[in-house]
């Protein structure tokens, strides 16, 4: 029994660090990425079951919506988004996951009688209870299908679904399908500290880890199994960083060679400043972004790889702000930032 409760108690945690996340991204305007401080409490079975709630609910965040809207008689009051978050959560995983719906629905309960806010546990339990029931008459492909808006049932705002309507007017539907899938965990390869091939023997014979190299990514491997970045052999010592294959191109396509003077433009994280680096050390970088805050995420993750670029905090577009007169070989722009 003590057992149980437990494992029922870290499961809630995780849920509260989910809807911990997902507030700060709805309310407060931050970035995932930024957000790794909410999950630091927990162990890292944990701290991944809620990065891939919170990843997975932001995702399908205008699908779960009208899903569940039709079940809450009431309109929650803005501050008490953290109710309705708790069950978009729990909708992410009944359509989801393997998680029984039965548990789903008990936890998603336990977690609102842990709040604050005990006095909604009872229209939890009902709104999760009476979508279950509609489930019962039919599946989950169904009810997406018949959801009255094209931004409900794919999920993306209207104006994106428009611009890919126009721009790719056979496969629009594959297209937004194939983005609401969650991407694999796409790994860099620090090329000043290590080699590919090299680093995927270690994952294969010291962690049992497969790994597979991307091709024409001289840098990228995708691990078969996802895993927390800091349990990855040499992550502190700046031997790997996690970045999607389609973001180490632009490096890639940029071509530092020694003595370059290179702007990266709205450099936060910084994952494209360090693979700048890793690609020819003896080249200068200055790193702008407008984010005091998420510059400093620039500056840490530079110094986990071993280099300390030149930081600007200012508005790229307000050139005599930060500019000192020197011409700058390369520049590198990740719009739409």
């Given at each position: 029994?003590?057992?149980?409760?437990?494992?029922?108690?870290?499961?809630?945690?995780s849920?509260?660090?989910?809807?911990?996340?997902?507030?700060a991204?709805?309310?407060?305007?931050?970035s995932?990425?930024?957000?790794?401080?909410?999950t630091?409490?927990?162990d890292?079975?944990d701290?991944?079951?809620?990065?891939?709630?919170?990843?997975?609910?932001?995702?399908?965040?205008?699908?779960?919506?009208?899903l569940?809207?039709?079940?809450?008689?009431?309109?929650?009051?803005?501050?008490?988004?953290?109710?309705?978050?708790?069950?978009?959560?729990?909708?992410?995983?009944?359509?989801?996951?393997?998680?029984?719906?039965?548990?789903?629905?008990?936890?998603?309960v336990?977690?609102?009688?842990?709040s604050?806010?005990?006095?909604?546990?009872?229209?939890?339990?009902g709104?999760?209870?009476?979508?279950l029931?509609?489930?019962?008459?039919?599946?989950?492909?169904?009810?997406?299908?018949?959801?009255?808006?094209?931004?409900a049932?794919?999920?993306?705002?209207?104006?994106i679904?428009?611009?890919?309507?126009?721009?790719?007017?056979?496969?629009?539907?594959?297209?937004?399908?194939?983005n609401?899938?969650?991407?694999?965990?796409?790994?860099?390869?620090?090329?000043?500290?290590?080699?590919?091939?090299?680093?995927?023997?270690?994952?294969?014979?010291?962690?049992?880890?497969?790994?597979e190299?991307?091709?024409?990514?001289?840098?990228?491997?995708?691990?078969?199994?996802?895993?927390?970045?800091?349990?990855?052999?040499?992550?502190?010592?700046?031997?790997?960083?996690?970045?999607?294959?389609?973001?180490?191109?632009?490096?890639?396509?940029?071509?530092?060679?020694?003595?370059?003077?290179?702007?990266?433009?709205?450099?936060?994280?910084?994952?494209?400043?360090?693979?700048?680096?890793?690609?020819?050390?003896?080249?200068?970088?200055?790193?702008?972004?407008?984010?005091?805050?998420?510059?400093?995420?620039?500056?840490?993750?530079?110094?986990?790889?071993?280099?300390?670029?030149?930081?600007?905090?200012?508005?790229?577009?307000?050139?005599?702000?930060?500019?000192?007169?020197?011409?700058?070989?390369?520049?590198?722009?990740?719009?739409?930032?």
């Open positions: 029994m003590t057992g149980n409760k437990k494992n029922t108690d870290t499961s809630i945690a849920r509260q660090a989910a809807v911990s996340i997902l507030l991204v709805l309310k407060e305007g931050r995932l990425s930024s957000l790794s401080q909410k630091e409490h927990l890292s079975a701290a991944a079951f809620a990065r891939m709630l919170s990843f997975g609910v932001l995702r399908l965040y205008q699908q779960l919506q009208a569940i809207k039709p079940f809450i008689k009431k309109p929650l009051k803005a501050k008490d988004l953290d109710i309705q978050l708790t069950m978009l959560i729990a909708l992410y995983q009944i359509m989801h996951s393997r998680v029984p719906d039965y548990a789903v629905v008990d936890t998603a336990k977690q609102i009688r842990k604050r806010k005990q006095w909604a546990a009872k229209m939890v339990n709104v999760l209870r009476n979508f029931r509609q489930l019962e008459n039919t599946d989950a492909e169904t009810l997406v299908n018949e959801l009255k808006t094209e931004e049932r794919f999920s993306h705002p209207q104006w679904i428009e611009r890919i309507k126009h721009d790719w007017p056979e496969n629009w539907q594959q297209i937004l399908q194939g609401n899938k969650q991407a694999p965990m796409t790994l860099r390869i620090n090329q000043q500290k290590t080699n590919i091939d090299d680093y995927i023997k270690l994952l294969k014979n010291e962690y049992e880890l497969v790994a190299k991307i091709p024409g990514i001289a840098s990228a491997l995708v691990p078969e199994q996802a895993r927390d970045v800091k349990q990855l052999p040499g992550f502190e010592d700046g031997w790997v960083s996690v970045q999607d294959a389609g973001a180490q191109l632009a490096a890639q396509i940029l071509q530092p060679v020694a003595g370059d003077y290179i702007l990266d433009a709205c450099a936060a994280p910084g994952g494209k400043t360090m693979h700048l680096f890793e690609m020819q050390a003896e080249i200068d970088i200055t790193a702008l972004d407008i984010s005091a805050i998420r510059l400093q995420r620039v500056k840490e993750n530079c110094q986990r790889s071993g280099f300390d670029p030149v930081l600007i905090v200012a508005d790229a577009t307000a050139i005599d702000d930060w500019w000192q007169g020197r011409q700058f070989d390369k520049i590198l722009l990740d719009v739409p930032c």
